[in-house]
């Protein structure tokens, strides 16, 4: 059972998507979630999340991976590369090759490391466009985990993360019942019982075109044209955010 767990990444670790006031940074997540469940297992057990929202790979693993390090866990979580995919040009060989690097300093500690593929965004008009990268950065990530011994939650495999209703209104996040898909799946593949239990969202409803159109048009204008606007003023939604759990502390319920 582990003892210490760190997460790194970006946003989808943080937990953005996810909102509660109560907690730093204003976010839960699925990090979050599985630190609680390994909480109620293991007394003694402590918890620190690095991962910062809009960060690139070779900003989680510059700003992160050190710090990981020094913590010496027995279990760390990465998932980073996402942001790298949204832009318009990526060299997803040349990514791979330090998220290989990094992946193989965290295995030769003897910590057990988690991967994460990305979801499958057919179903979506914008990730749609972005499903050849994706699936290009999985087929890294699967060998990458192999190659070191990882773990892999595989999230392209996960079909409920295609139904919107698991999706923040940005599109971009998951919501509070999306992120504890995660943390579920995360769970499963480490092989921890647990009491987590899916959303049970019955079949999705059929939204007529002229609504779907207007769903659309307000979703640009709230969240694609501000996110266009940071891209073209060089600027990222983390550049005022910290880390939400920046050092190794037990976890409070």
């Known amino acids: 059972m582990s003892k210490c767990l760190v997460a790194l990444g970006d946003s989808f670790t943080e937990g953005v998507g996810d909102p509660d006031p109560g907690r730093p ?37 510059s700003e992160q ?16 590369g996402g942001n790298d995919l949204m832009r318009p040009k990526v060299d997803i060989d040349a990514l791979a090759e330090e998220y290989d690097k990094a992946v193989a300093r965290l295995a030769e500690t003897g910590a057990t ?9 057919v179903e979506d008009p914008l990730f749609r466009k972005m499903r050849g990268r994706t699936a290009i ?14 773990r892999v939650v595989d999230m392209w495999a996960m079909r409920q993360l295609r139904d919107r209703r ?12 999306g992120h504890a898909e995660v943390a579920i799946a995360v769970l499963d593949v480490l092989g921890v019982p ?10 999705r409803p059929t939204v ?46």
């Open 65 to 80: 991976l050190e710090p990981a390090l020094a913590m010496e866990p027995d279990l760390v979580t990465l998932y980073a």
């Open 208 to 253: 007529h075109p002229r609504r779907q159109r207007a769903e659309n048009l307000r979703w640009a204008r709230e969240h694609a044209l501000p996110w266009l606007r940071r891209r073209l003023r060089g600027e990222s939604s983390g550049d005022t955010v910290s880390a939400k759990r920046p050092a190794l502390a037990p976890v409070e319920f």
């Open 194 to 203: 647990h009491e987590l239990t899916p959303a049970a969202l019955g079949p």
């Open 137 to 150: 950065y999985n087929e890294h990530a699967r060998v990458i985990a192999a190659r070191h011994g990882a």
């Open 25 to 61: 940074n204003g976010v839960r997540g699925w990090a979050d979630r599985l630190a609680e469940t390994l909480a109620a297992r293991e007394p003694g057990f402590r918890y620190a999340n690095l991962a910062i929202r809009g960060r690139l790979l070779g900003q989680v693993l």
């Open 166 to 177: 698991l999706w923040s209104a940005d599109r971009l996040h998951l919501n509070s019942l």
């Open 113 to 121: 490391v988690v991967l994460f593929t990305g979801v499958d965004g």
